[in-house]
């Protein structure tokens, strides 16, 4: 694993780097999780707070947190809508969205969660057909 790792939104305003250790690196299978990612799953880096740094575009990030929600929140960049890292209510986790990293962190997801929850569409990736880019036209 590296000792720091740097991500950013899509259109660059906001940048941030993370010091190592990582908690963990999974998939997240909740539907607040697949909701916020638009995807099967959330790939999510979890840090503790301290080891989070923005080193551009602070003043670009957008909060928005689901009243009911314990710890869930979502954080994104006003610019272009790009998730970003977001601290979880008790302020002691940062959750890293991976998809945001510019770098390879050095780890990969050592589980999935809320199993249970995930999307009856979801198939794993490894039942499907791999294309380096675009499949042929059939």
């Keep these: 694993m590296r000792d720091t790792f740097k991500g950013s939104c899509l259109c660059g305003a906001v940048a941030y780097e993370v010091k190592a250790p990582v908690t963990s690196f999974q998939y997240c299978h909740c539907s ?3 909701k916020v990612s638009g995807t ?3 790939s999510n880096i979890l ?3 301290e080891q989070l740094s923005w080193t551009q575009g602070e003043q670009q990030l957008a909060r928005f947190e689901l009243p009911e929600a314990k ?3 979502s954080c994104f960049c006003k610019v272009c809508g790009s998730s970003l890292p977001w601290v979880t209510k008790n302020g002691r986790w940062v959750v890293v969205p991976a998809g ?3 770098e390879d962190p050095g780890i990969t997801p050592q589980r999935s969660i809320f199993w249970g ?3 009856p569409w979801y198939h794993a990736v ?3 057909d791999c294309f380096e880019t675009v499949p042929p036209r059939q």
């Design 71 to 73: 710890a869930f929140a």
């Design 40 to 42: 099967a799953h959330a």
């Design 100 to 102: 945001t990293l510019d």
């Design 32 to 34: 607040r999780c697949r």
């Design 126 to 128: 490894n039942e499907l």
């Design 47 to 49: 840090v503790k707070a």
């Design 117 to 119: 929850s995930r999307s």
